[in-house]
């Protein structure tokens, strides 16, 4: 059952019967030992036993499967949709070790996200296959806690998201630096930045997921650039990232959107609240709807498909500055019908898609019926009289509603768009 060890001042109490501590225990098959540290007592002694000669090299290969179909992702599914091990690579003992402590120590859902949107926009292929040399990206685990869990997780999987042009999600550490994409200088990830008392990602930190600045963006369907940005989170950036090369990658194809600018003042009214919801709410926070999140400083990006979807679709909340918010609609679906039709008629998938995400926000922007405001929470003269509900603030020089259909010429993009994260493709409605 298990073995009698000296106990120490720094052990933490250990589960025993008649004063044996309880390292390991069988179970029907013998990889199968129970999982919460209550149950296996001290690690320490565990992880010794597993690595000797009682359990060999298949037993531990065994256990590891095992362990990656039970385990559940937030959404349910099994952690082996996302995630696999090389069988042909990761044979050692000290390899299937570290990997069983990677899957049953450690949470996966956030790259998981990433790697299920990298997947959407074609850039790897489920469940990526971890092999011998991702593990050995890490000398060994005192390295491997010595970053935040997203970051050290990305550093094993981020090579299998390929960009297609010679470029991958590599990440690159030097010292207390780490890279992106490319091991230069000037591809550097600073985490944690100095941000503004107060500031949403600041109060809202993540320690496995901190915020991020870079100066990266995919340009022009060409290269790999500089720019200035902060995301939330270093999964946000990286969704972000690749969200930048799928749409300038190919910008033939992103033609497929519909804008609507709103007061920043009326946002706050507009739909219930709804879009001042989405900007101010903790940037970790799931959408309904959605599939996965991610938020970069000004902006937030609801993404509204699965793998289940034969094409991609997202929404951008951007706040210009200016008294303007924009919200844009993105999508690769199929139109189902002309170009003279409207886009609630053309892509109708994208569009059942985005009103549940955008609820009451959803008949302003589909059917150009302006949803009635909410009154002013408190005395302020925020508001205005303005008929069409949208204002007349400084800046917001789109008060007829106007509704954008996806009529820019990528030709016309504005380059100051992309290097300051105001658009994806193309121009938002002015």
């Keep these: 059952m298990g073995n009698t060890v000296p106990r120490r001042t720094t052990d933490e109490a250990s589960p025993s019967v008649h004063g044996q501590c309880l390292d390991f225990i069988h179970r ?26 009682h359990f060999p090299a298949q037993t531990l290969r065994s256990r590891l499967n095992w362990s990656l179909h039970r385990i559940r992702l937030a959404d349910g599914t099994p952690l082996d949709t996302v995630i696999a091990f090389d069988p042909q690579s990761v044979t050692e003992k000290r390899l299937l070790v570290a990997a069983m402590w990677m899957v049953e120590q450690q949470s996966w859902d956030e790259v998981a996200e990433v790697l299920r949107w990298a997947s959407q926009c074609a850039c790897c292929t489920l469940p990526v296959n971890i092999t011998a040399a991702d593990i050995n990206k890490h000398a060994d685990k005192t390295v491997y806690v010595s970053l935040p869990r997203v ?38 990830l600073d985490f944690n930045p100095p941000l503004p008392p107060g500031h949403l990602y600041l109060q809202r930190r993540l320690q496995d997921d901190p915020p991020v600045h870079n100066v990266i963006f995919y340009y022009s369907g060409r290269w790999w650039s500089a720019g200035y940005f902060t995301y939330s989170s270093l999964s946000s950036c990286t969704k972000r990232l690749i969200l930048s090369h799928f749409v300038d990658d190919s910008p033939d194809q992103f033609h497929n959107e519909i804008s609507r600018q709103v007061s920043h003042r009326w946002h706050q009214y507009v739909g219930g609240g709804r879009l001042h919801a989405l900007l101010n709410q903790s940037p970790h926070t799931p959408v309904d709807g959605c599939t996965t999140t991610f938020s970069q400083h000004g902006g937030r990006y609801p993404v509204l498909t699965n793998n289940s979807h034969n094409f991609v679709a997202w929404i951008v909340i951007w706040d210009r500055g200016n008294n303007r918010v924009v919200v844009t609609v993105w ?14 008629d053309r892509f109708p998938q994208t569009t059942a898609l985005a009103r549940a995400a955008l609820e009451a926000v959803g008949p302003d922007m589909f059917d150009r019926q302006q949803p009635q405001p909410q009154p002013q929470q408190q005395g302020g003269d925020d508001g205005d009289d303005d008929e069409d509900g949208h204002g007349e603030g400084e800046g ?18 504005d380059p100051n768009d992309v290097q300051d994260g105001n658009g994806c493709s193309g121009e938002y409605s002015e």
């Design 28 to 53: 029907d098959d013998r990889y199968q030992l129970y999982d919460e540290a209550k149950d296996i007592g001290r690690l320490r002694t565990a992880a010794r036993f597993v690595g000797n000669d």
């Design 151 to 188: 970051l050290a997780q990305l550093m094993v999987v981020g090579r299998h998201i390929d960009f297609g042009d010679g470029s991958r999600l590599q990440l690159f550490r030097h010292g207390h630096h780490v890279r992106a994409i490319n091991d230069e200088p000037g591809y550097r």
């Design 331 to 344: 999508t690769t679906e199929a139109a189902a019908s002309g170009e003279g039709a409207a886009f609630k």
């Design 396 to 413: 917001d020089d789109d008060d007829d509603g106007d509704v954008d259909e996806g009529d820019d010429d990528d030709d016309d993009m």
